[in-house]
C-alpha cells in the first residue's frame, strides 16, 4: 500500500558500521579513481542502461556511507559526493544520455542552475557532457525560460499586488538586497513576477564568496546594503525603499552560536544607521521579518535547532512625528494594505490583508522606507533566544517606546499547512500581496492524499519515456522531513507512481541539508528510502550530496560542477 503517513525518527542513531559496503567518495587525488578535474568521460560510460548497473549489494549501502562520512568529520549541509559504485567499482545509475529525470524540489531558486546543467545544449559556464537529451520534470516552475516537464505549473499571476499598485500610482520604487535574497525582493515580493515594474529599480549587492560558510563572515554585506539605503534615502528619488537584511536567516542556519549573535548585531547597527538617516530625511520606517529562526535556538531536548521557527515577527512603524496606534496582532497579509494606506491608495479588493493602523492618517505620506530584516521572529521569552541574547540597542530601543504589532508568519497565515515553519519564500510573497497564497507545498499535498498526483500528466510522460525508450527515471531532490524546498513524502509518492506505472530502473539522487534538521538526521532519512525501495522492490539510493554543493543561487559554478560530475560521471 501507499507509504506516505509515517513519521520519521528524529533521533540520532549509528548503527554499527559494517567494511562491507561500497562506496567513493572524496580524498586526497591520489586515492580518488577519477580526480574531479580529471579526464572527462562519455556520459553513456557512467555505469549507465544495463541491469549490471544495479549492484547487488545490501539495501542499507547509502545510509552507512553517509554515517562513516560522520566519523570523518562531515555533516549533511556540506557533505561531498557520495557515489555508489558495482563490484568492479564502476558507478552505478549515473545520468545518461536519452534518460527521464524528476527533480521534485519546490521553491525553485535554487533549482535552476543545475537544472540548467542538465538541459541547455549549449550551456557554457562549465564543461559538461554535451546535450543529455533528457527527458526533463520539476516538480513546479523553476524558471519560464527552463526546458522542462512541469507537474504543478503556476496557476496564474498575481495581480495587484503591492509594487504593481504603486508601480501603476507613479510611485517610484527601489528594492535594496545582497545578492543572498535578490530572489525573495524581487520575485516572491512581487507575487512571483521576474520582470521589474514601470518605475522600479533595483540594487544587489553581491554577496561575498571569499567565504565557505557566512559563520565565517556573520556580517555578510549587511554594511554596504545599509550604505546603499542611506544613499537612496538622501538622494530623495524614490517613494518607496525596500532593504532586505539578510544575516539572522542565512548565518542561523548554521550551529554556531557566537557567529549567529554577531549576524544579530551587525542588522541591529544596519537598522539603527538606516533609521537615524530617515529620521533626518523625515521619512517614515516600517521595521518587520518574513519569518522567525534564531530567537527559538533549541528543540525541546536542547539540541540546537537551526531552521525556521513557527515565532511570530514584529512590525513597528517609526513616524516622524508622533507614532500612529497599531493593532497588537495581524498577519503579513496586513503588511502591504498597511503601507497602501500610508500612502492614502485605496486597497484593492484583491487584497485580503486589514491595515494594521488603528485609525486612517489624516496626511498621506510621499515617502517610506521598509526594511525587512529577514529570520528575526519575536519572542518575548529569553531562554534559548540567541535574538534578547545578542546586543540590540537599536531594536530594543523601538519596541520600548514606540507601539508594534506582532504578525503572524508561518503555517496557515502564509499559506503552508497549519503547524508549518514559515519560510523566506512564503514570507515576501505574502508580505508583497497582501492576501493568503496557497503554497506548491500545500497544493502537491492535498494531491497526494486525493489521489491525484498518481495521474499527473507530467510525471506519466516522463516515466513513460523511460520506458519506451527503456531509460532509467532518475529521481533527484531534497531528502528532508520538512524544508522550505521539499518533504520526503514527495519523493516517496514518486516512488510509488513508478511502481504503479511500470518503471523498469529507478535510481534515486539524494540532497542532504542540517537547515531544521537534528544532528547526522540524513542518514536516517537515507535509510528510510533504501527500506521503502525494498518494500516496492525498485530502486537504489546511487547518489548523496549536501545541498551546499547542489543547490546554489549565487553562480558558485564550481559547487554545481561538482554536482553535476557526481550525477553524470559518478566523481566522488
Not at 548503527?15 to 586526497?28: E, M, R, S, V
Request: proline letters at 5%; glycine letters at 10%.
Amino acid at each position: 500500500g501507499l507509504f506516505l503517513s509515517f513519521r520519521l525518527s528524529l533521533c540520532n542513531r549509528k548503527g554499527p558500521f559494517d567494511a562491507q559496503w561500497l562506496f567513493q567518495y572524496d580524498a586526497p587525488v591520489s586515492s580518488v579513481r577519477r580526480p574531479f578535474h580529471g579526464l572527462r568521460p562519455r556520459a553513456d560510460d557512467a555505469g549507465h542502461h544495463g541491469k549490471d548497473a544495479m549492484p547487488a549489494m545490501t539495501s542499507n549501502t547509502m545510509s552507512r556511507a553517509v554515517r562513516e562520512a560522520y566519523r570523518r568529520g562531515e555533516d549533511d549541509e556540506t557533505l561531498n559526493p557520495l557515489v555508489l559504485v558495482d563490484s568492479s567499482g564502476k558507478p552505478a545509475g549515473r545520468i545518461g544520455r536519452g534518460d527521464s529525470v524528476i527533480f521534485y524540489n519546490i521553491r525553485g531558486e535554487r533549482e535552476v542552475e543545475l537544472s540548467r546543467s542538465l538541459t541547455e545544449d549549449d550551456f557554457r559556464e562549465f564543461p559538461t557532457a554535451g546535450p543529455l537529451g533528457l527527458h526533463y520534470a520539476t516538480m513546479i516552475e523553476y524558471s519560464r525560460d527552463l526546458r522542462a516537464d512541469v507537474a504543478f505549473p503556476p496557476e496564474s499571476d498575481l495581480e495587484e499586488t503591492l509594487s504593481e499598485v504603486l508601480s501603476r500610482r507613479g510611485i517610484r520604487q527601489v528594492k535594496i538586497t545582497e545578492a543572498e535574497k535578490a530572489f525573495h525582493v524581487t520575485y516572491f515580493l512581487n507575487g512571483k513576477r521576474e520582470s521589474p515594474y514601470p518605475g522600479e529599480d533595483r540594487i544587489v549587492v553581491p554577496t561575498r564568496k571569499d567565504v565557505r560558510l557566512f559563520d565565517e563572515a556573520p556580517e555578510m554585506s549587511v554594511g554596504e546594503v545599509a550604505e546603499a539605503t542611506v544613499r537612496v534615502i538622501r538622494e530623495g528619488r524614490h517613494g518607496f525603499i525596500l532593504a532586505n537584511f539578510a544575516n539572522v536567516d542565512v548565518v542561523g542556519h548554521i550551529e554556531n552560536e557566537a557567529a549567529v549573535m554577531r549576524a544579530v548585531e551587525a542588522v541591529d547597527r544596519a537598522l539603527g544607521r538606516v533609521v537615524e538617516q530617515a529620521r533626518k530625511a523625515g521619512v517614515p520606517v516600517l521595521v518587520t521579518a518574513d519569518h522567525g529562526t534564531v530567537e527559538r535556538w533549541f528543540y525541546p531536548d536542547g539540541t540546537v535547532d537551526t531552521g525556521h521557527t513557527s515565532s511570530p515577527v514584529p512590525f513597528v512603524l517609526v513616524g516622524t512625528g508622533e507614532s500612529p496606534a497599531l493593532r497588537r496582532e495581524g498577519e503579513l497579509t496586513d503588511v502591504a494594505p498597511t503601507i497602501l494606506e500610508l500612502f492614502g491608495i485605496a486597497v484593492p479588493k484583491r487584497m485580503e490583508g486589514r491595515s494594521l493602523l488603528a485609525k486612517k492618517p489624516r496626511t498621506p505620506v510621499h515617502r517610506l522606507v521598509v526594511l525587512i530584516l529577514d529570520g528575526w521572529g519575536y519572542n518575548p521569552e529569553t531562554a534559548g533566544n540567541l535574538i534578547a541574547k545578542a546586543s540590540t540597542p537599536a531594536m530594543d530601543g523601538l519596541l520600548a517606546t514606540l507601539p508594534f504589532s506582532v504578525l503572524a508568519a508561518s503555517g496557515e497565515a502564509v499559506g503552508l499547512p497549519a503547524g508549518t515553519v514559515g519560510n523566506s519564500e512564503a514570507g515576501h510573497l505574502h508580505i508583497g500581496a497582501g492576501r493568503r497564497v496557497f503554497s506548491d507545498r500545500l497544493k502537491i499535498d492535498r494531491a497526494i492524499e486525493s489521489g491525484a498526483f498518481f495521474s499527473n500528466e507530467a510525471y506519466r510522460r516522463t516515466m513513460a519515456e523511460a520506458i519506451r525508450r527503456g531509460t532509467a527515471l532518475h529521481l533527484m531532490g531534497i531528502v528532508s522531513f520538512f524544508s522550505s524546498h521539499g518533504m520526503m513524502n514527495h519523493l516517496l509518492a514518486l516512488m510509488e507512481m513508478a511502481k504503479r506505472e511500470g518503471v523498469p530502473r529507478l535510481f534515486i539522487h539524494a540532497m542532504l541539508g542540517r537547515r531544521g534538521e537534528m544532528p547526522e538526521s540524513g542518514a536516517n532519512y537515507i535509510k528510510q528510502i533504501e527500506d521503502r525501495c525494498t518494500e516496492l522492490d525498485l530502486g537504489r539510493v546511487v547518489s548523496v550530496i549536501g545541498r551546499y554543493w547542489s543547490m546554489d543561487r549565487e553562480e558558485n559554478w564550481d559547487r554545481i560542477e561538482k554536482t553535476y560530475r557526481m550525477l553524470v560521471y559518478g566523481d566522488g
